[in-house]
């Protein structure tokens, strides 16, 4: 079955460590996304990427980086430069063009800090 | 910049009652939108879509009607049932922005009690 994978799904850091989460799609879409979800609150883009070596920031990239190596993964790392990073993480990714096309979700990553 | 408003939560039913969630939106452009549903510890699944004034999306019972004099997109459902409650949120998309990027509402969340 085509989708979005995530993983890990919890995952715990340390006060000034990095970490990376992973995203890995095969629905063969060209766009990927990186969302931030606070308790009670809607989702904030992070990161987005149109196709394949190329990715542009979102409405709170500070502190966060990503790269878009293959098609089908788009990796977040929380770098020790976010201050607040316990929050949910949901990648998504779309068909690239129109703006009419729905964006799939994979099950997102619960990063808590240590 | 483009918004969503939605109806702060949660709401809470009985099973078989009408529920209805208020979204309207900001766009400088011509969007479409989209209702999205997220169950608990998971990722968000595409409810419904409109993409012109007069659309209306429907799914498993819900419908939403593209008002484009009203600049809404309410939810609505005839007779909800327990399996029902989750977070809704409502959602844009404008077709002049890049990337397909969504625009969320803050998310409501429903309990639908037997």
């Known amino acids: 079955d085509g989708g979005i994978t995530q993983s890990p799904k919890y995952l715990f850091r340390k006060e000034g460590q990095n970490v990376t989460l992973s995203c890995e799609q095969n629905l063969n879409h060209d766009a990927m996304y990186w969302y931030r979800q606070d308790p009670g609150q809607g989702l904030r883009l992070i990161y987005y990427?149109?196709?394949?070596?190329?990715?542009q920031k979102g409405d709170i990239a500070e502190g966060y980086s990503v790269s878009r190596e293959k098609k089908e993964s788009f990796p977040l790392t929380v770098t020790s430069a976010q201050k607040n990073p316990t929050a949910f993480y949901l990648c998504?990714?779309?068909?690239?063009?129109?703006?009419?096309?729905?964006?799939?979700f994979g099950d997102g990553t619960r990063l808590s800090i240590l | 910049g483009d918004s969503v408003t939605q109806m702060e939560g949660p709401v809470t039913l009985s099973e078989e009652a009408f529920l209805t969630i208020n979204c309207t939106y900001t766009?400088?452009?011509?969007?479409?939108l989209f209702w999205y549903v997220q169950y608990p510890g998971e990722g968000l699944q595409l409810l419904l879509k409109a993409t012109k004034a007069d659309d209306k999306g429907s799914n498993k019972g819900f419908e939403a009607t593209y008002r484009k004099e009203t600049t809404s997109f309410h939810l609505e459902k005839g007779s909800v049932q327990v399996s029902d409650s989750a977070v809704y949120f409502c959602a844009l998309s404008d077709i002049k922005a890049a990337g397909n990027k969504l625009t969320f509402g803050g998310g409501t969340r429903v309990l639908v009690k037997p």
């Open positions: 990427s149109q196709i394949v070596n190329d990715f």
């Open positions: 998504a990714s779309s068909i690239a063009q129109g703006g009419f096309q729905p964006q799939h």
């Open positions: 766009a400088t452009g011509y969007p479409s």
